[in-house]
């Protein structure tokens, strides 16, 4: 298991964020509103790519410290 990051490198955005949106979109399908879930579904996608830029710079200043 990875050592945990100090707080200066967490990211802004966490999966719990990420999930609770694709949950909502999810919610949104089953009472058949098309327009909330891909509002939903969006949101998640956004999210998901802070997510994704967040990690790479920890990766980044990870790989510095070698």
């Known amino acids: 298991m990875a050592e945990q990051m100090p707080e200066i490198w ?7 964020d990420i ?5 909502a979109a999810r919610d949104a ?3 058949g ?5 891909d509002a939903w579904i969006g949101g998640a996608e ?9 990690c790479r710079v920890i990766c980044a ?6």
């Open 10 to 16: 967490e990211s802004s955005v966490t999966l719990g």
């Open 19 to 23: 999930v609770t949106k694709l949950s």
């Open 29 to 31: 399908a089953l009472i």
């Open 33 to 37: 509103d098309r327009s909330q879930m």
């Open 46 to 54: 956004k999210f998901l790519q802070a997510f994704s830029s967040d």
């Open 61 to 66: 200043e990870r790989e510095g410290e070698k």
